[in-house]
């Protein structure tokens, strides 16, 4: 994960470092797409006051951040935020509609999103927060049609959802189909290691998926490593091209 462990002394050094800090240019780029998407203005503002998006923070659980994220959907202020409180929040609403997070997120313009500060670690708080509220499948639904979807979108939705059937069987499949086909187009190194890591099968039963883990292999120490402790991929034997690799 893409994390910065270090927010809470930027936030102090933003504030203190005048009109060349990072902080005081967070506060004029926003003017350039402020209200253009609910979720890319909570970013924007979360980044201009200091609000922790560190992924799992085990000091704060990004609250502050996430209930930014729950005021966009008009959760109040005060309300709990754990899972249960959130499925609750969200059985309130038809279930078949998305609410206004869900909303923005799935129309959410990614190169624009990756111009705000923090982009991924927010993205990855924000789809926990949707699929903890039964909205995850929305987004990820109007994601999979997308003629086109950075890799490093595929890889988080991968790695943190699909792998484990999230939102459910049939969105999870067709995102890993995307994946495979991005995998064997781009050979990023990223992207297949995560696709040998959560389906390891697929990868060993498509030639051109199993192509591209060996090439990236070749590449890459990392990879290398995994396939080594794999062994064999299933459904795709590997050659001992490396001498000690199985």
Known sequence: MSTNPHHRRHRLADRSSGNSGFGDRVRQIPSLFVR????????????????????GCTECGTLDFRRMLATIDGVPAESQLNAEATRLARAEHAPDAPGALATALAAVDFDILRLAPRWYDALDIALFHLRDRGELRFVIDAWVRRESV?????????FRH?????????????????????????????LVESLILSCPERVGADPRAYRAAMEAAARSACVRAIV???GDLPDGPMKNQWGDCA
């Not at 253009?36 to 992924?55: I, S």
């Not at 950075?150 to 991968?158: E, G």
């Open 150 to 158: 950075p890799t490093r979108i595929l890889d988080l939705v991968l």
């Open 36 to 55: 253009a998407n609910p979720f890319l203005d909570a970013v924007w503002a979360a980044a201009d006051e200091g609000a922790c998006m560190t992924t």
């Open 228 to 230: 080594r402790r794999l």
């Open 162 to 190: 699909a792998r484990y059937a999230f939102p459910d069987e049939r969105l999870a499949d067709l995102w890993i189909e995307r994946c495979l086909d991005a995998a064997c187009e781009t050979m990023d190194e990223g």
